[in-house]
């Protein structure tokens, strides 16, 4: 089984996770036996009309799921500016298993959003497929040794606008799968954290432009003293090392919720003082029971990840940076 085919496979284990954790019940078929005459033997079947519950008991699952809505009109606005529409809409879901001292985490994280400005084409302001799967055996309190395993990756292509030939990442261009054997605290229902000294980290790039380019820290093309292609470059980068993983996710207060989550990694082979560091928040706000205000954003550094430096408008070079995105939004919610 290679490494694409356990992605594809685990983050199915999530989905189904979530899909089958429900509630459900059965009807109890009592058996009695009856002795009517010596080696004679009635049996009788009743139905019985006691309903009995499926132990789901064990199952913790919830999540939020938001649609959120931009416009900007103008008319002979002497200011400036431009009309715009935009749409973001994300699902933050999990299915949480805890039963004597087996524990299964999954959660899955999903994302995208567009806006148009004036007469331009639709742009992307965000696109996110995250999806974890933990499971481990309980050894102290609140306290287990288990296997993680995480994958990120984006729905669709991006650009460099507004140049919409420069393509910068498309679908597992890139994408990250990490593995990794460690102990998980899970003190209550709102906070978990993972800690792992033998982690795998896989990048992958599966755009040969990309590739090519050395982007995202794979090994990029060689080519002769002419610049003719000697070979492409790798599309897998495979790192070790140590890995983070923490979240929190409660109601902080009435009609507020809370959810966040850190990941740090370090690889031992290469700059192990290099952290990577990827740290989003969600804040929900109620109006109502159907509409909400949302607020996204996300930190992240990667020296792997170079980001374009740019002098005026002309492009003097590319370097690892600090990326900040933020995102919020008025629109309706729905909360389980």
Sequence with gaps: MNIKTLLILSFCICLTSIAFAQDDTVKKVTIKYQIIKKDTVKREITISNEIIKKDT????????????????????????????????????????????????????????????????????????????SNIGYTVFDHTMAGLLVNFKSQFG???????????????????????????????????????????????????????????????????????????????????????????????????????TNLQLFSNYIKNPQDIVVDWTNLIQLKVNKFISVTVNTELLYDQNILVPIYDGSVLVGKAPRTQFKEISGFGLAFNF
């Design 57 to 132: 008991a064990a199952w913790d699952v919830g999540g939020i799921i938001n649609i959120a809505f931009s416009q900007v009109s103008l008319s002979n606005w002497a200011a400036g500016g431009q009309n715009s529409i935009g749409l973001v809409s994300l699902a933050s879901v999990h299915a949480n298993y805890k039963k004597k001292k087996i524990n299964w985490l999954n959660s899955v994280d999903l994302a995208y959003g567009l806006e148009k400005q004036g007469m331009q084409s639709a742009e992307k302001t965000t696109d996110k497929i995250e999806a974890t």
């Design 157 to 259: 292509p991006g650009y460099q606008f507004p140049n919409d030939s420069d393509l910068l990442s498309n679908f597992m261009a890139p994408g990250y799968a990490t593995i990794a054997l460690g102990f998980t605290y899970n003190p209550t229902k709102s906070i978990s954290i993972f800690i792992s000294p033998a982690t795998l980290k896989y990048t992958f790039v599966e755009n040969q432009m990309l590739a090519d380019a050395g982007d995202y820290g794979v090994t990029p093309a060689t080519y002769d003293g002419t610049g003719k292609l000697i070979q492409h470059g790798k599309e897998i980068l495979l790192q070790a090392g140590a890995y983070f993983n923490g979240n929190y996710s409660a109601t902080v207060c009435k009609g507020v919720t809370l959810t």
